[in-house]
């Protein structure tokens, strides 16, 4: 993509209601554009790096067999007073009437509305498991919306829903997302702890919140540092596994405020290991049995004969979010440098040619290159613009692509100046870099 083609509308200096860094920026280098409070248009570059995050999110759910579907985002309030809680919800539900003055509401969750879709179509055990997940918008009129797509109202979400017999199988349903959660976390860059949490309006009482530690971060957290050297490498999708994976995590006392004990976290952890510090929730997990199955007359008949109200959980990441919290998370203060994880960057790599209004060589030099590097599946934005050289390299240095390659007056067509961002830049030739860029990105 040349810059002179794109819809990359970058602020002078950054805008003064951003509090945050991540806000800072995604309004700085226009990734999106508020519309109304707690609501945002995302732009070319923000919408490249939520789509990037989301496929990661959507391949890791199909990897443990949860089949995606689509459900609107206006539903009906019907199925929210069978459930119990259409009063409950309060003021963060945003209630609208259609035409036939029939009481709507936009969805800021879908447990109802999935459920109703399980009990029309499943009667029997032999059907079960089921795991069933969407990536869309949803709807919470908070309170204090703040720190841009961090907390805000209209937000993109992957929430997943699992269906089981009984409670053995439902745990196992849950660690299927929990090991997934970790997974995906990873494949962002990001180092996401479960805590223990507590369940709210969604219900239940096993839930576990994945929060990234982030001074900026909403979460108060209380933990053993141990923690943080767990990990999931080679665990496998089977029971026994994943049981074992659960409770390395769990030997190590971590919750968020909550479910915070200030007598049980003294006496679990020695005072050399405790950590008490702020982070974000991206991604949060519930276990709620028939808390929504009962109350919607969801059963299946069981092999017996009997039935039962099927055993249900619901597991959400915050897509939006997510691109806030890993600026959040991968900023370097010191440098001044936001480096975006080659997985998600919105362009794997930047050219930046000194442009000479007499002398266009070093613009067809880039354009050779892209070439080049399209042959390889490497997206690059090329900045094709007559600024000065200063103010363009200021300009890819905001944006955060991971690399740039700087193509000056002497052009030499073997070896190219390459530069990974916060390193210093070498010679090298474009087959190298091809190289070191696809190897970053199969470690995806
Ligand atoms: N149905 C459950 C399944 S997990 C649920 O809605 N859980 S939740 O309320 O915890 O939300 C899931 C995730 O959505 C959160 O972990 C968070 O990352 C994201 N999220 C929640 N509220 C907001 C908001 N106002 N703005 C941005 N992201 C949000």
Redesign the pocket.
Known sequence: MYISESFIPILKNNPSEAKIKSHQLMLRVGMIKQSSS?IYSWLPLGLKVMKKIEQIVREEQNKIGAQEILMPTIQSSEIWKESGRYEDYGEEMLRIKDRQNREMLYG????ELVTDIFRSSVKSYKSLPQLLYHIQW?F?D?IR?RFG?????E?F?K?AYSFDINDEEALFSYNKFFLSYLKTFKRLDLVAIPMAADT???GGNLSH??IILADTGESKIYTDKRIFEVNSDGSKLDKKSLNNLRNKFEKFYSVTDEKFNKEEFEKKVIKENRLITKGI??????YFGDKYSKPMNCSVDLPEGKKDFVKMG?????V???VGAIIEAKYNETEEIMKWPISVSPYDISIIPIVNKNDKSTLEKAKRINTELEKNNIESLIDDTDENFSSKIKKMNLIGIPFQIIIGKQIDDDFIEFKELGKNSKKVKLSEIIKIIKKQKEKN
Do not use: A, Q
């Open positions: 707690g800021p969750t879908n447990e949803k919470r908070e919306p797509i961090m907390r805000c109202r937000f979400m929430d709210g309006p969604i919140e994945f929730e991206v991604g949060h997990i519930f619901s597991y959400g990441i915050g939006s979010r997510l």
